[in-house]
């Protein structure tokens, strides 16, 4: 699940710009050339935008489940109708979820604009005085709303 939150930091990896021990980005400017970097690495058809097939890739998910049914219908024994989450419905629904938050402008492709945008939004919120950068106290205090930024760092 935390994998699937990456939707909105979609393009964040660990670099050599962060300054600190622990990987995450203390400055706005730290995170943003860190999402440009892995938007970079994840665009793997260098369109410049990333598509569902190349989240999923980026995710480590099968490239199938960004087109997955979420669910399958199927009649039982008994002949009344089932309805299963599919193998890769879990998957396809994470992802059309980071599609909806992220893709503003809803063309389906997540342009690096809308990754910065997303992953801002979050910054600034965990950034309680407002001073740009992120202290050890409110990384600690916004663990949860960074959660999806150090997922994507794997860490």
Known sequence: MRKAIFVTVMAMAAT??????DGV?????????????????????KDGAIDRAEAARALGMSP???????????????????????QDGAAAGMLQ???GQVDRNGDGM????????AARQRFDRADRNR??????AE????RTELA???SALGL
């Open 139 to 142: 990384i600690e205090a916004a």
């Open 97 to 99: 979820m980071m599609f």
């Open 64 to 86: 199938t489940a960004a087109r997955a049914a979420p669910f399958e219908y199927s009649i039982g024994a008994d002949g009344r109708p089932q309805l299963h989450v599919s």
């Open 25 to 45: 980005p203390r400055t706005r400017a730290a995170m943003e050339q860190a999402i440009a970097q892995r938007f970079t690495a994840s665009d793997t058809n």
């Open 131 to 136: 001073d740009g950068t992120l202290s050890g």
């Open 110 to 117: 997540l342009q690096l604009a809308e990754a910065q945008a």
């Open 16 to 21: 050599p710009l962060l300054a600190q021990a």
């Open 148 to 150: 999806p930024m150090l």
